[in-house]
């Protein structure tokens, strides 16, 4: 009876199909795409009002989307969407920490030792650290404008 009972279930719920949309972006005419979906992070540039929005996807329909807290935007109206790339960003993050923790440390270890607090040479090496940082900051993300080569699409996949 309960191997019956479980086989219903399981016929039931099988039946059951959803939707998940998902918002691409495409170069056209290559392989190159981008795909958000529901909770991703996002930052896009709108206009009509223009600004920068900067949060979670939280709703995707047919002709525009939801992102934070029921921050309507048309589909039409989006002109840039941020891409993140990661290695460059991890970079900035472990070379700042780098560069502020080695600075701090040997200023705390000069200062225990009643020695110069600030050297020329770790001046040299933690400002080169930041200055890495610095490098890879532009290099962490970059806007693709949304016109004749890359296009937004709403897929919706039905998943069974």
């Not at 039946?15 to 896009?44: C, H, M, N, P």
């Amino acid at each position: 009876m309960k191997r019956f009972i479980l086989l219903v279930l399981i016929l039931l719920f099988s039946g059951i199909s959803y939707s998940q949309k998902t918002l691409v972006v495409e170069k056209i005419g290559t392989f190159r795409k981008l795909a958000f979906r529901l909770g991703d992070d996002i930052k896009i540039h709108a206009v009509n009002p223009k600004r920068v929005l900067h949060s979670y996807l939280w709703d995707i329909s047919d002709s525009a989307v939801i992102i934070g807290n029921g921050n309507k935007v048309w589909i039409p109206d989006i002109t840039k969407v941020h891409k993140e790339v990661y290695f460059p960003g991890l970079m900035t993050r472990l070379l700042t920490l780098g560069g502020i923790g080695y600075f701090s440390v040997t200023a705390v270890n000069h200062l225990i030792n009643n020695e110069l607090i600030f050297p020329p040479r770790d001046l040299i090496i933690s400002g080169s650290l930041l200055a890495g940082a610095a490098i890879c900051v532009p290099l962490s993300g970059r806007n693709i404008r949304i016109g004749h080569r890359w296009k937004i699409k709403v897929l919706d996949l039905e998943l069974r």
